[in-house]
């Protein structure tokens, strides 16, 4: 009963270890520009772009849409939604979105949209648009009434000046050039700028000019998130002149710093993780860090679930692609799951105990019974039971009895043994057998014959051997011996 309690606990533990299937979530497109100008003098001027998002999965998603830039307004969807906009995406539905941006003021901040999808999991995207801004003022009057004057009939070309916002920037970030650009002619000029540059951007502009107008022209530039750590150069054209500038990019890892990196292993398994990451750049940052987990990962319960785990050298990694927003502080943690190991622990032993107490250990029952006494004839019927329990065969049997003088064997009831000796004071019975399978049993029977059996006077009879090999081993197992005694 014992033994069946302890195969029961055994199952039981086994069905209660579980596993978990991971799905993926939903979707975001790439923006893509109807209208990537902002002109601050036109109060309804404002940069149009279009995105979808798909979700491909069985769930339902709640969304939310907010901006990033303080120094931005964007309207969605028709200008029905100002700033912030909430929706639900369904199983296998694709929805579409138009946003209309526009900055509070001038500032070198471009517009970004944080996009917050939420399930069972959450799922963040960040969304960046660089649009061109400028803004277009007159001159004062006098200087026009001074300038005509003097050039009624003439033509000036288009004049100019730019700088750029830095001329060290990191991956990610956007470089902005400042063209100031003054129309002295009381006819509109054309402005052509052409950019190119030997990390990847290139753009073109064409811009009517009004008469006498002094137009501010911001135009961003972003540096890719890949773009490797050197120097490059920028070449501007505006009309037919063109400018060589030499910028430097830095790494983005420097703005990447590390607060708390905490991890502790038990018996070479990660067991406590606390690992703080701030982004201190002014953008958004896809940031990979590997942490070694041991050579195995079922005892570790982590917070936020690895992007993938590898195996490398002997040991497990789990690898992070974190989306780090800007300023924003990321905690990943682990801890050890001691349930799990205690419950595999107690599983092993388990199983360990049930390996040695049913396979290597033998199970074999012997005993030697008198079974009848007959008073009158001095009679005394024995019996010999093997009964093997064991997993296995016992093999190579011999089964030794003794027989102490003046007794001597009147009868064999079931078997003769396979020898007798004799000795001065006893008789020695064998009995052999090449094996015993699981679950049989040998029985074998004879009668004494006792020559007196007196009132009140013990007469012994001795226990039996039994020899036998089990796998690899020889065993030998003793009955109990048995007391005759007649009494009134």
Known sequence: MFRRKIIISFIAIVLSLSYTIYSSGPLVSIPVAENNYVNLSDP??????????????????????????PSWIAYINNYSHLNLYYDTIAPGGTKEFKVYLRPVSKTLKIPELLIVLKNKETYKYVLSFNPLVYQQTSYNETIIQNISSVVE???????????????????????????????????????YINISTDFGYSETYFQDIPPLTNLNIQIPIPISINTKEGTYY??????????????????????????????????????KMNIKIINENEFAVLYNISVKVGPTTLFTIFNIRPNNIIYRDGNY???????????????????????????LLVLIILAVYIFVFYVLIPNVEVSKEIIR?????????ISIKVKNKSLFDIKDIKITDYVPKPMKVENYLIVEPSSIYKSPDKYILNWKYDKLGRGEEIVIS???????????????????????????????????????????
Do not use: C
């Open 44 to 69: 309804d001027s404002m940069a149009i772009y279009n995105f979808y998002i798909y979700n491909p999965t069985t769930e339902n998603y709640s969304l939310q849409i907010s901006i990033l830039s």
């Open 153 to 191: 009939n003439i033509t000036f070309p288009l004049l100019y000046s730019f700088y750029l916002s830095e001329y060290k920037i990191y991956p990610g970030e956007i470089l902005y050039i400042f063209l100031l650009v003054n129309n002295p002619n009381n006819v509109s000029k054309e402005l």
């Open 234 to 271: 920028l070449n501007l054209t505006i009309n037919n002149v063109t400018y060589n500038e030499k910028i430097e990019v830095l790494s983005y890892l420097n703005n990447i710093k590390i607060l708390e990196n905490k991890t502790s292993y038990f018996l070479g398994i990660l067991s």
């Open 317 to 343: 990694y789990a690898i992070y692609e974190l989306n780090l927003i800007p300023k924003e502080t990321y905690i990943l943690k682990a801890d050890f799951n001691y349930l799990l190991f205690i419950s």
């Open 373 to 381: 006494v007959d008073l009158k004839e001095n009679k005394v019927s």
């Open 446 to 488: 004879y009668e004494l014959n006792i020559e007196k059996l007196e009132l009140d006077k013990p007469i012994e009879i001795p226990r039996a051997s039994i020899t036998y090999k089990y796998l690899y081993k020889t065993e030998t197992k003793y009955t109990s011996a048995n007391i005759i005694k007649v009494v009134k």
